[in-house]
């Protein structure tokens, strides 16, 4: 490379600083560095002609390395970084320092003290730059197409904006039929509308006219030429990286010809074979050949294979009038390349039967909301009439229960969210249709957060439901009437109560679907506690995972009504759209990078990675090493952070420059206190100093800031490193432990102080002269006094003069 | 004309003794060493006085191995004697590289290692308190012992060194391609290791897997598989951080590596390295607080060799 020829731009926001700070002995300093061949002072870099100096000194190839200190941080910086790339050089070669809200704001009182700092600052900033090196931009080639796992409302959604947008679109289901959990609902609150209600594609689909929302069956999604739908399948394996995932889907034969089946119901009179129909909550039997309902997709007859006789009977095969029966289907593997995943799982309810007092599965008139639904349904087992399952006798008095597993201690701690509003829709459905029903609800508190949800439930008071509010303690069983009685304490009124009931329905918790975790395993994300898919961040990425190139969708993240699923799956298409359009991927190569030659195969990187972006790939046949992926790398340094082989470097924050940095800051003092290092984290850590300054909080001059990617970086040398490097007291400023821009960086680096503090007692040397903190952007104050008191205890504590040396 | 053979010396500081057998541990190796080269000094075996080293020209040694680390002030005299005397100077073995158990002295001075030795031990009969002293007055005039220093120091922080080759005693294969370079006169750049670059972990048989530390464990409170990673059962292996060569002969029977191979080619610190990597994979704070012995166990041979040093003592 070049020889190194740095410029130095100092900025004194239009003699706003000067005040403060002595600009000509600052210069006059800067100028003597060596390796500084330019230096220029104005009154702002960022624009106008301070700007046009910057780009004339690097186009007349005079700097090679830019050092700006600027009294407008941040936007100024990006304007810096855009102008000298465009003057030819790579903006990674640029170092950038804030004097005004980093020292002459929060040292005003102490000017010489603050000139000093200054100085030291653009050292460290200068040494800095000397070492710094040009990244260049990656590209990564993207497939503009998706995988959309589960058929429910999420999932159509999702894939028809995909498909609207030109991509290739496969929706995967594991049921026979689409639909979802929404299918068996019938109806949705608030507006009480079918549940099959979707929006229409926008796609050129001949014959279907066009109008906002349509029902599923003739909404003509299913015939949009660039969607692929598979029902009966599930994913099996998932390989590859973001922008070109191989998906491996494994398909349950359906043993009916789906373009051949016209829906004539002639196999389903012969069919010998009668079992508990579950998607009509098992009030009715169905075949081992059935459909749903006739409106579904695909509009073709199934052969439930845990059943059939197949070849023992074929009574099916022989009465087929298409010949669309096919026996001898095997179960099938499809690959497939996609872009991106969208994991729309949806939830389901809890077994209620857990709940011993609630006698579930063992009382026929105790049900679940969602068998409730089934028999609301007119295309459902009792024709809409809801009735007692014990003699299929119309239900008259009827007993909701609310929170059955959920807010419950023992079982799901949460809140299922939808549980309440769906109770009252089923109350008022009832009530409109049969006014002479009797029914109440027992509820530990209604939750009617959403919009028109409290009109809702003001409706249903009016209507005569009663509200109880108090949780059951028991279902009991009259075994002469047969009646149940519901025992509740009603908490408002302070009185027992025996609740008579002909139906008791329970409103259970909801849990994720069957095979979350599994799902969650095979693609490589994250699930919580609860089971529910993990979102990225419930504030900000509601709908991305870790994983680039993986989104959720609706209620697999957690229980969601039906408009907040359908803003869900707009969200997760967007995003998908959003990461895949141009064709490719690209990104700065402000990744991490191994030295296979160090690398001593402990595996401990792979593990501490966040983004699972290292692997661990075989040389010589033998020996492993590990290997950084630049696509899913996402610059935090935490495995640099790790590496016990010091084999990692993160190229754009290398160890070697933050060692020349941190000497430069701690070589001048210029103050009569002790010197403290503060490493802060370019995320919060980094923040909350900007907003000190800008606040114009005060404290002492001797506090040096040195910023890197993620405190997850650092390792226990670095910190020894600045105690000998003439540091006193050293800090470490993090974001919060689970507000981490990278997730565990803080969490890690949290324990790398504690040992360290448990390392430096039998040293010899005060814990306490070494300190985290975990701040965010607006407790700047924080930063301000944890700053004077480490001060303060320092010099309490006296000089540490002894350390490291001999 | 037959050529002149290569001019050897060996020589022990402060250590143990094992590096001087880790030189007849090469077996029938050591007769091609004798064949090619003359040893000119080895007090452990022949019978050289030191006078006869000063005797020798400067940069008559064609190799000197030293081992032990520079504990008193004979250690360093004969440090910076035989570094005139010898064209290259190997640190051999984890006393002369790191400071090794020697060095964990550094966790006290003098006065108080002293104390210790010479009066505390419970096998110290001392009634007069006597101490050694640098200058005695008899009558029958003033006898001179070496001074023992407050701080123990690694050869290369008290000469310049060409060569390292460490380990407690150093890796047999390591010592036998040290000997091969030296013979052949096939050398690496100065400062160079003979121990591989790697960590121990790339020579380690047993398999890794997910390293989720939550406990810290000693070895008799695991039921060892022999098979799993001693990490991944909660032992405190210093493998990871440790430089190879040895071929992991101490997971390979069932004992963790406690790092006498000192730092990998990269690391200044082989305890901070340690102690970063195991917070790295700690699940939880209380591990942090299992660490009982710090210095002893990441320390426990590059102390002296370690950023730090030696302990900060408090007058």
């Known amino acids: 490379m070049d020889q190194v020829q740095v410029g130095v731009f100092l900025s004194d926001g239009g003699n706003q600083l000067t005040k403060i700070l002595d600009y000509n002995a600052i210069t006059e300093f800067v100028k003597k560095v060596a390796g500084v061949v330019f230096v220029a002072r104005g009154s702002e870099f960022w624009r106008g002609q301070g700007l046009q100096t910057m780009v004339d000194a690097i186009r007349e190839g005079k700097v090679n390395r830019v050092v700006v200190a600027e009294t407008l941080p941040k936007l100024s910086e990006v304007k810096i970084a855009n102008a000298i790339e465009d003057a030819g050089l790579n903006h990674y070669l640029m170092e950038f320092i804030d004097l005004k809200d980093h020292c002459a704001s929060p040292h005003q009182k102490t000017p010489s003290e603050a000139t000093e700092k200054a100085k030291a600052m653009l050292l460290g900033a200068i040494e800095r730059a000397k070492l710094l090196e040009p990244l260049e931009k990656l590209e990564f080639p993207a497939l503009k197409s998706s995988l959309v796992v589960g058929g429910g409302i999420a999932g159509m959604q999702t894939a ?314 028991e279902i009991l069983r009259d075994p002469e009437k047969g009646k149940l009685i519901v025992d509740v304490e009603d908490a408002l009124l302070s009185r027992f109560l025996e609740l008579e009931a002909d139906l008791v329905v329970l409103a259970p918790a909801m849990i994720p679907a069957d095979g979350a975790k599994k799902l969650a395993e095979i693609i490589g994300i994250e699930t919580e506690e609860d089971g529910f898919f993990k979102e990225y961040n419930a504030k900000l990425r509601p709908t991305e995972t870790k994983l680039k190139g993986v989104y959720i969708a609706g209620g697999a ?157 650092l390792q226990v040398h670095q910190f020894l490193d600045a105690f000998k490097a003439g540091a006193q007291g050293v800090m470490v400023v993090g974001c919060k432990i689970d507000g981490c821009h990278y997730e565990v960086g803080s969490q890690k680096t949290e324990k790398k102080v504690e040992l360290t503090k448990i390392l430096l007692k039998e040293y010899g040397v005060e814990p306490e002269r070494l300190e985290m903190l975990n701040m965010v952007f607006i407790e700047g104050d924080k930063f301000a006094e944890a700053a004077q008191m480490m001060t303060e205890r320092l010099e309490k504590l006296g000089s540490l003069q002894t350390f490291g040396g001999s | 004309m037959e050529k002149e053979k290569l001019k050897i010396a060996f020589y022990w500081a402060a250590s143990c003794g094992g590096c001087e057998i880790a030189v007849l541990d090469i077996n029938e190796k050591i007769l091609d060493v004798v064949a090619a080269a003359d040893i000119v000094f080895w007090p452990v075996a022949l019978d050289f006085k030191y006078k006869d080293v000063e005797a020798m020209p400067d940069k008559s040694i064609d190799a000197c191995f030293f081992n032990g680390a520079i504990r008193t002030e004979e250690n360093e005299h004969i440090a910076k004697l035989l570094r005139r005397k010898s064209k290259i100077l190997v640190a051999f073995g984890s006393c002369a590289c790191d400071g090794c158990v020697v060095g964990l002295a550094n966790l006290w001075d003098r006065e108080t290692v002293f104390e210790r030795a010479y009066s505390e031990t419970p096998s110290t009969n001392n009634p007069e308190g006597t101490t050694p002293k640098t200058l005695l007055e008899v009558k029958e005039g003033k006898l001179k012992l070496p001074e023992f220093y407050d701080t123990v120091k690694t050869l290369s922080q008290t000469v310049d060194v060409d060569y390292f080759i460490s380990g407690c005693p150093p890796p047999i294969p390591c010592i036998i391609q040290t000997f091969q370079a030296i013979l052949t006169n096939n050398l690496p750049p100065k400062g160079s290791s003979f121990l591989p670059n790697k960590s121990i972990c790339d020579e380690c048989p047993r398999e890794k897997k997910d390293k989720q530390l939550s406990e810290i464990k000693r070895i008799y409170e695991i039921d060892d598989d022999f098979k799993t990673c001693l990490l991944d059962q909660g032992v405190i292996c210093m493998g990871p951080a440790t430089r190879a060569g040895c071929g992991a002969q101490c997971p390979n029977v069932n004992m963790p590596c406690t790092g006498c191979n000192g730092p990998g080619p990269r690391v200044t610190d082989q305890g901070a390295a340690a102690l970063s990597a195991i917070a790295s994979i700690a699940t939880n704070p209380e591990v942090i607080n299992q660490v009982v012995d710090p210095i002893g166990t990441f320390y426990k041979y590059s102390l002296a060799n370690s950023i730090l040093r030696r302990k900060v003592m408090k007058k």
């Not at chain 1, 579950?278 to 052969?303: D, F, G, M």
């Open chain 1, 160 to 473: 028809i904006d995909l498909a609207d947008f030109g991509f290739e679109v496969s929706l995967i289901e594991k049921e026979p039929f689409l639909g979802g959990l929404a299918a068996q609902a019938g109806r949705f609150f608030p507006t009480d509308d079918c549940a099959i209600c979707i929006q229409s594609p926008s796609s050129d689909i001949k014959t279907i006219t066009h109008t906002s929302r349509k029902c599923v069956y003739r909404s003509g999604f299913t015939e949009i030429p660039n969607l692929n739908i598979l029902t009966n399948s599930r994913v099996v394996a998932v390989e590859g990286v973001p922008g070109n995932y191989k998906v491996t889907v494994e398909k349950t034969p359906r043993y009916v010809d789906e373009d051949k089946c016209v829906q004539c119901d002639l196999c389903t009179a012969v069919c010998p074979v009668e079992v508990p129909d579950e998607h009509n909550a098992r009030l009715r039997t169905r075949k081992a050949i059935y459909i749903n309902v006739p409106h579904v997709h695909p509009p073709t007859y199934v052969i439930d294979g845990s059943v059939c006789k197949f070849h023992d009977c074929a009574k099916c095969v022989d009465i087929c009038p298409t010949k669309a029966v096919d026996l001898d289907q095997r179960s099938e593997k499809v690959t497939m390349s996609v872009g991106s995943i969208i994991v729309a799982t949806g939830f389901k309810e809890f077994n209620s039967s857990a709940i011993k007092e609630y006698h579930y599965g063992e009382y026929p008139d105790v049900v679940t909301n969602l068998e409730l639904a089934r028999m609301i349904d007119g295309f459902g087992p009792t024709g809409g009439v809801v009735v007692r399952p014990s003699n299929m006798k119309p239900a008259k008095k009827i007993v909701m229960i609310q929170c059955v597993g959920s807010r419950d201690q023992r079982y799901k701690p949460y809140c299922s969210s939808i549980c309440c509003m769906i109770s009252i829709k089923h109350a008022t459905l009832i009530k409109s249709a049969y006014p002479n029903s009797d029914i109440t609800i027992c509820y530990i508190d209604i939750r009617t957060t959403g919009r028109e949800h409290e009109y809702y439930y003001e409706k249903a008071r009016e209507m005569g439901i009663k509200f109880v509010k108090g949780r059951p303690t």
């Open chain 1, 557 to 713: 993240t957690f229980p969601k009504d039906a408009p907040t699923t359908s803003l869900h799956a707009h969200s997760a298409a967007m995003k998908a759209v959003k990461f895949l359009h141009t064709g490719k991927i690209v990104k700065d190569q402000r990744t991490a990078v191994i030295n296979e030659d160090y690398c001593g195969d402990c595996e401990f990187c792979p593990v501490t990675c966040p983004y699972g972006a290292i692997t661990l790939e075989q040389k010589d046949g033998e020996h492993f090493v590990a290997k950084v992926s630049d696509l899913l790398c996402e610059g935090c340094g935490i495995c640099v952070g790790t590496c016990p082989q010091n084999a990692i470097e993160l190229r754009h924050c290398r160890t070697d420059q933050m060692q020349a940095q941190m000497k430069a800051l701690m070589s001048i003092n210029g103050t009569s206190k002790p010197l403290v290092l503060a490493i802060c984290c370019s995320e919060c850590g980094h923040a909350a100093v900007d907003s000190s300054g800008m606040a114009k909080m005060e404290y002492p001059a001797n506090v040096r800031v040195m910023k890197v990617p993620c405190v997850g970086i």
